[in-house]
């Protein structure tokens, strides 16, 4: 997935996003019985520490530098002070990130 067809999506189509790229079960997803991932860090500690545990997602590789990159990219679009602003990042803003290197396509920037 990329940025703008993420930052289409409405709050609860993000929070079903994070929960496919988490791996959460259809059935949970359909019910809704999902956390509050936008809102509650707690939440993104569970889902970030599936990125440890993640060796290859589509036959590439997926890790914490990639995802400290996004976060940094997020929130702090200079560039210059990217893993400093990260740790600052919202819950959202983790989320984001998230979905975006877990669903990463060849060629998706």
């Known amino acids: 997935m990329?940025?703008?067809q993420y930052d289409k999506l409405t709050d609860e189509e993000k929070r079903d996003q994070v929960a496919k790229a988490a791996g959460v079960s259809l059935e949970d997803i359909m019910t809704g019985k999902l956390p509050d991932y936008l809102n509650d860090l707690n939440a993104c500690?569970?889902?970030e520490q599936l990125i440890y545990k993640a060796k290859r997602v589509d036959d590439r590789e997926c890790g914490m530098i990639d995802y400290c990159d996004a976060v940094g990219a997020i929130v702090s679009a200079s560039g210059a002070y990217r893993q400093q602003q990260a740790v600052?990042?919202?819950a959202?803003?983790?989320c984001k990130a998230f979905v975006l290197i877990m669903t990463k396509e060849e060629g998706d920037d």
């Open 2 to 4: 990329k940025s703008e």
């Open 92 to 94: 959202a803003d983790r």
């Open 88 to 90: 600052h990042a919202t």
């Open 45 to 47: 500690h569970e889902m």
